[in-house]
């Protein structure tokens, strides 16, 4: 009997230090302590993760740790690049020691890592790009995609477009999106990802991808397209009369094959990762059926974390009721990109005889504030990835800090 009472003594005991330490967490989150010390299971969409955070990068995108983000009390972790082709470099081979030795070094100073998943490369320079130097092209070009694997374009069963000359330059090999045989070699390495990732506390979102073009909004064919037109009418998509536009996709209807091949290779990510919260870069549309309309509703079905790349001057207050929306309406985490080039259209001299913070600005117009009616509505945003000279405002990266919500 005595042992019994013991026992059962032990059982309260543990129950109330349970109880205690769950306490200080809270207590901790609502006195706004540590940037990343306890994992916010319950934020928003239910997935893992800290969930409000300021990333930062790597110049070029090097997956490594910077020095403005180390030991700085407002940047919770890093954003890197992760292409398909360093990660399966050979079929059924993994070189997952990329991930995990970066993974490793966040956890050095308590950072979250998230990622760009890219898995094609070699965009076209288009007539405008050239014409304001931003590039080259001629027959002494060649353009290359080092980020879908080489072996892919070795499977016969594979479809693939471009591998020729133009007058811009040499094509490289792209997948076609639509392909079932595209679609499964890559469902296989997002089972593999899945299997060893999904749920690892360290990573804080992937912004996923599968159909675009040297970035991780949908891109079609990256200004490649004019010189594609022929092939990819033999895979069923009719691009003729469209192809120099360089925002094709938006044109596209919304059950275009291009269309249905971004929705199923959504559906692909999260078949396979239950845990780990994944990110989409939707654009706003009110075309009822349109490519952008499809996929932004697709995206708030699936409660992904809603990612844009860029600001325009023009739609600040459009997007942030968009993005309001998205938070507040459907259960979706909203992220910026990048802000380092928001706001920089001729204001900054302005401003500073105003005596007012550039990145305090820039941070204001893509967050917004209940308190000041020029900016509200306020976007409900929970991540940004914030430049090192915009870390160096410490006051801005304060404020910004303090307006995102979980």
């Not at 916010?40 to 930062?56: H, S």
């Amino acid at each position: 009997m005595e042992e019994f009472v013991r026992a059962k003594n032990v059982k309260k005991s543990i129950l109330f230090i349970m109880l205690g330490l769950a306490l200080v967490l809270i207590s901790k989150s609502a006195s706004g302590g540590s940037v990343s010390a306890a994992f916010d299971t319950l934020a928003c969409d239910g997935r893992a993760g800290i969930g409000k955070c300021i990333f930062t990068k790597f110049p070029g995108n090097k997956k490594h740790v910077p020095e403005h983000a180390k030991g700085n009390p407002y940047v919770g972790g890093i954003e890197a690049k992760i292409t398909w082709a360093e990660l399966e470099p050979e079929k059924g081979k993994y070189a997952w020691e990329k991930i995990d030795d970066f993974l490793s070094e966040c956890a050095k100073y308590d950072l979250q890592a998230a990622f760009k998943f890219w898995t094609v490369s070699g965009k076209v320079m288009s007539d405008g790009q050239l014409a304001k130097g931003k590039g080259r092209a001629g027959p002494d070009v060649v353009y290359r995609n080092t980020d879908t694997p080489p072996w892919l374009f070795q499977d016969p069963s594979v479809k693939k477009l471009g591998g020729f000359m133009t007058p811009k330059g040499r094509l490289p090999y792209y997948p076609v999106f639509r392909d079932k045989a595209y679609q499964k070699h890559l469902e296989e390495f997002i089972v593999a990802f899945a299997r060893r990732y999904d749920g690892h506390p360290r990573i804080e979102y992937i912004r996923i991808g599968g159909w675009q073009i040297l970035t991780n909004e949908p891109s079609f064919y990256g200004g490649a397209s004019e010189f594609l037109v022929d092939q990819l009418l033999e895979q069923g998509m009719d691009v003729r009369g469209k192809e120099k536009d360089l925002k094709i996709m938006r044109n596209l209807p919304g059950d275009s094959p291009y269309s249905i091949a971004v929705l199923d290779m959504m559906d692909i990510w999260y078949r396979h990762f239950k845990k780990t919260r994944l990110g989409v870069t939707v654009h706003p549309s009110k075309e009822q059926g349109s490519f952008e309309d499809v996929q932004m509703k697709h995206a708030f079905e699936k409660k992904a974390l809603i990612v844009n790349t860029g600001l325009n001057e023009a739609d600040k207050s459009s997007m942030r009721q968009l993005y309001r929306q998205a938070y507040e309406k459907h259960g979706c985490k909203v992220g910026w990109g990048d802000l380092t080039h928001v706001g920089r259209h001729g204001k900054e001299r302005e401003l500073q005889k105003k005596g007012i913070s550039l990145w305090r600005e820039i941070a204001r117009q893509a967050v917004g504030s209940d308190i000041d009616p020029q900016y509200t509505p306020a976007s409900k945003i929970s991540y940004v990835i914030f430049s090192s000279t915009a870390l160096k405002d410490v006051e801005a990266t304060k404020w910004l800090y303090e307006h995102l919500v979980r």
